[in-house]
Each structure stands twice: as C-alpha cells, then as structure tokens.
C-alpha cells in the first residue's frame, strides 16, 4: 500500500489519539484502510473498528476498499452482511455505524478509526467507544472534513494544544496530492467562499457574527512558562457564574495564564480563592464597574470594598465603557492593524479559549449573545480595555455660525 507523504507521517506517528482534518479528496479512506490492516497484524486476536457516521456510509465507503486492499492468504473469513473480516492471526477488522450510538457499547477494543466525526453525535466517542478502549489502552484515529467548530474541532483542539497523549494535523486537498491544481481551481470558481475554505482547505469556518474574530488557535494559544510578578485580573460577578481572567503583563503584551470559573459564589469566595492560588503577592483586578454599587453581603459591603480591603490594587472605571469599545480593544490584541498579536492564551485556560471562539452576536444586530460565554469574555475586557482603552480621534471642528 503506497502512501502519499502526509498518509506516511500520519501512519508512523505512534502518538495515542490522532486527529487529522483533510479537505476533500486527501485519501482519508485509502489512509484507514492501511492503519486498519497495521493495527490488526500488530498483534494476536486484535479487535479492530472502522466507524462511519452510518452503516450504509460504512459499508460503500470502506467495505470494498479494504476487502481489495488485504491479501487474500491473510484472510480466514469474510462476512459481508456483518462487515467483518477475520485475519489468519485470530484479528476481526469491522465496519461499523454510529447512528444509534448505544448499539456500539459492550465490546473491548485495540484500535478505531472515526471517519467523519463532525458527523456523528459526540456520545458515540465520550460515551461508548472512549470506554471500549480502556481495558486494553487501545488507540483512536479521528479522520474527516471539518463541519464548523463542533466536537470534532474540540478534539482536533487538543492536539493543537500539545495535550498529553494527543497529535493534530491539517491537510488542504492540494497537500493531499491527489486532485490536479486546476480542478481545485475549478471548484474555487464554483462554491462560495465559505464552502471552498471547508471542503478543500480543510478549515474550520467561523460562526457566522463571531465577536473576537482577531482569536486564532494556532497562533494565539500559546504557553505561558515564565513567572508573573505582578498579577492582572479582569472579573466578573455575575453568579452563575463568577468568572476571572488572570494576566501577566510584559509591555504592551498579556498573556492568559488561569482562569477561575466560580458557581454559585460570591466575592469572599473569588478572593479566598485567588489568594490560595498566588498568596499574597501583587495582585491588580480590574472588575466590573458595577462593582461600586452591586452590594453582596449584609452589611453595606460592596464587591469594591470587599476587593479593597482584601488588599488588592483595585483599577475600576466610573461607568461602563461601551460594549463595543471594550469588544475592540480586546480584538486589538488579538490582533492589530499591522498584524501584530498582542494578546495569548495558555491552552489550559480552556473557558477562555471556548468562549474567544464561540461567542457571537444576536443575528441581525450588534449586540453579543448572552450564551454563558459573555461571562469570561466579559472579565477579560474589563482588563485589557482599562489597560489598553480604543479612544476615538475626534477632530476639531470650527465654530458654526449662521451667516
């Protein structure tokens, strides 16, 4: 079986779980097939699945290719109408379906491909298959193109962040090298921007209305192993649930390096818990505005007052900034008007990574979306507008008169 360069570093990577988004074309079938017949000669009694989004997609997309693709004196027995096919070392290759998700429980397993999981229901892996590997520590290939940033973006995430026992790769259709140029250019010319970026360059599109749109994984998480001296937190208080964002400041650059997400707490809370993290050392918060006069406790204490005399240099404005003043001095950082990044995330920060990627605009307006994802959006602007406020050039005007 004679694999494209990107198959092969695909097929050597030994790495447990492997993620890989390819355009269309890239030979995603050709590659589970040969990963399919590696994994099951690997050792004796292999117990081997290829799972396709459903039964029938199984069967016409892989049956034939991998029935062709495995010498016949290695087969000792094929069953078409169950999928399966038993090598003379006692190893079973099936083909199977996630359509109903539960239907796939109750088996042991060694290795499985997941062809297209965009498609499938996320539970068909965290609930089923991701346990049918526990026993004996099986591996899992995740292959297919991307349908927007659903569950299998999140996996594909992981890889990306570096997580242990995760890899992540991406392949356009032309790095395939299986599609000529110019029918790639031909189908440019067809479909519409949107669908061309998904299909053949194997990206993961944008919402439509996304609010942090200068937000990019691949460049803007990015570890963060240096020390912080001092600490900057953006807070909110809403209580379900109060939410911090905790920044190290190196000139005109921050970096997110932890997040606290709290339920059904209130301002005591969030300081005993930031001061357990990072003690006493110097601490600067920036929270909501609100804070002056949002009352948590008896006794006329204010979340101010309560920061305050907890000992943390407290930053806060008189009123609110504009929404979206704040929305675009956050996307400043993220990315300014000369190209520069000016602001990153650590990848374990994951609330503040989900909610930068996810959050988006009411349709139609200019208003965000009250999703759950406002919350950590919310503490790291009042942070990073207060540092680095959007102010407007308003030129002077001379004086009108009636003549």
Known sequence: MKLTKPQTKIFEDTTRFRVVVA??????????????????????RQNVWYVAPTYKA???IAWDMLAQQIPADYIASKNESSLTITLLNESTISLKGAEKPDNLRGRSLDFVVLDEFADMRPQAWYEVLRPSLSDREGACLFIGTPKGRNHFYDLWAKGVDKDEGWQSYQYTTIEGGNVPSDEIASAKADLDDRTFQQEYQAQFVNYSGIIYYGFKREQSVVRHDGEHPVIHVGMDFNLDPMSAVLMTRRGDTLHVFDEIVMFGSNTDEMVAEIRTRYGNGT??????PASRQRKTSAGGRTDLSIL?????????????????????????RLLSKDGQRRLFVDPKCKKVIESLERH??????????????DHMNDALGYAVEYLFPIRKANKPQAPQRWT
């Open 308 to 332: 305050q005399n907890a000992g943390f240099d407290v930053k806060v404005r008189s009123s609110h900034a504009a929404v979206r003043d704040r929305i675009n001095s956050v996307n400043s």
């Open 360 to 373: 988006t605009y009411k349709e139609g307006t200019s208003q965000p979306e009250k999703d759950g994802f």
């Open 23 to 44: 355009g269309r074309r890239f030979g995603k079938t050709f590659l589970s097939t040969a990963e399919l017949l590696n994994r099951a000669l690997s050792a004796h």
């Open 283 to 288: 601490i600067v918060i920036y929270p909501d």
């Open 58 to 60: 199984a069967k016409e």
